[in-house]
C-alpha cells in the first residue's frame, strides 16, 4: 500500500467541515486520475479530451488542460461557451446543436475557440452548414456511429454515404467519426468489458478506413466512455478518447474493475436525520443530491446495491430516496448496527456526474485538508 493510498484509507471524511448533503472532491487523487489517464492517451498517440458534463466546472476544467487534456467534450453549447470564457480553446459538443438561437451562438464562439458540433444525419448538417455559410464560415463537424448502445448515431451499415453526404453540404468540414460505446457498461467481467471496448474501437476504424476510401481526410476517430478508455486508446487507428468519470470514479467504475475507494476522488457526506426503528433510518442526501441512479446492470448490480456505497455504515443500504431523503434499510447480517442521529454517513456516488449536477459546488482537498471550494457553471450552461 501506498502512503498516498494508507492516508486516504485512513481519512475520515465525515470529519471534514462540509454541511450536508455535501459534495468533496480529492484534488491529489484526481490529478492522479489525471495524470494516468494523460499517459496512456500520450503514449497510445491519442488525444484525451475528457467529457466536462461530467462536472462543469471551469477549475476543474482547466486542471484538467494543465494535466495533459487537448480539450474538453461537452454536451451543451453553453457548457461549451462557459469553457471558452474561462479560455479553454479546443471544444467538441457531443450533441448536436438544433435552432437558429444556438447555431448563432456556435457562430459567435467558433469565432473565439476551435468549435467542432456533432450530426448523426444530413439534415443536421445542413442546419449548421447553411448557417455559418451564410456568415462565409465553415463548421467542422464530427459524424456520430451507433455502435450498439441505440441511442443517437448513425447505423454502421449507413454510415459511409450518409458520410459523403454530409461532406457536400456547403459550410461543413466533416472532421471525424465519434460515438458513444455505452454497451461496454454492460460487461459481466473484465474479459467481457475489453472484448467490448475493442469491437467498439474496431468497427469505429473500420467506418472511418471506409469513408476515406470515398476521398473524406477525416483525420479524428473518437471514442468515448470511461468503461472502455483504456483499451480502446489501444486499438489502432483510434485518435481520440473523450472519458469523463475516470477523473473522479463512482460505483460503476469500482463495480466495472477501473477503480477502487483509494482511486475515487468524490464523496457525498450526508447526516443521519432520522432512525425511528433498528432497522431503517434517513439521510439528508435524497435524489436531488445523488439521483436515482443504480450501477449498471449486469452481473455488478448485486454487488453494489442501492443508490451509493455507504463506506462507513456497513450492512446498511441507501434503498430509496425522496427528493431530500435517503432512506437507509440494514441488509447486514445479525442485528443492525447503530446509526445515531446526527451522525454522518460518507457515500461514494453511483454516478457521480449527478452529485456535480445537483449539487454544484465542491469542498476541494489536498493532504486530507480542505483547501478551497470550486463552483459549478449557473444555469446558464445547461442551454
Known sequence: MTDQSAAIQGRDWTALPVATPGLVLDRDVFDANMDEMAALASAAGVQLVPH?????????????????????????????EA???????????????????????????????????AADGVDAARAAGSHFAA??????????????????GVS?????DVAAAIAAVPGVELVGIYTHEGTTYGA???????????????????????????????PIVSLGASASARAVAQVPGVTQIRPGIF???????????????????IRVIATVTSHPDPGRACIDAGSKALSTDLVPAGAHREDYPGHGLLVNAPGWVLDRMSEEHGWLRWKGKGEPSELPVGSRIEIVPNHVCMPFALL?????????????????FGPGASE
Open 52 to 80: 466536462a458534463k461530467t462536472h462543469r466546472m471551469a477549475a476543474i476544467g482547466l486542471r484538467q488542460i494543465e494535466r495533459g487534456a487537448h480539450g474538453l467534450c461537452v454536451a451543451k453549447i453553453g457548457e461549451a
Open 83 to 117: 469553457f471558452a470564457d474561462v479560455g479553454v480553446n479546443y471544444l467538441f459538443v457531443a450533441n448536436p446543436v438544433m435552432g437558429i438561437d444556438k447555431l448563432d451562438r456556435a457562430l459567435a464562439l467558433s469565432q473565439r475557440a476551435e468549435l467542432t458540433l
Open 135 to 152: 456568415a462565409g464560415q465553415t463548421i467542422k463537424l464530427m459524424l456520430a456511429i451507433d455502435t450498439g448502445l441505440g441511442r443517437e
Open 156 to 160: 454502421p451499415q449507413k454510415a459511409v
Open 188 to 218: 459481466k467481467d473484465r474479459a467481457d468489458l475489453e472484448a467490448r471496448a475493442v469491437a467498439a474501437g474496431e468497427l469505429m476504424v473500420g467506418i472511418a478506413q471506409a469513408i476515406r476510401a470515398r476521398g473524406i481526410a477525416l
Open 247 to 265: 477523473a473522479f470514479n463512482d460505483v460503476g467504475q469500482i463495480a466495472l474493475g477501473n477503480a477502487s475507494l483509494d482511486t475515487t476522488a
Open 360 to 376: 454544484r459546488k465542491a469542498a476541494v482537498l489536498s493532504a486530507g485538508q480542505v483547501i478551497d471550494t470550486w463552483q459549478g
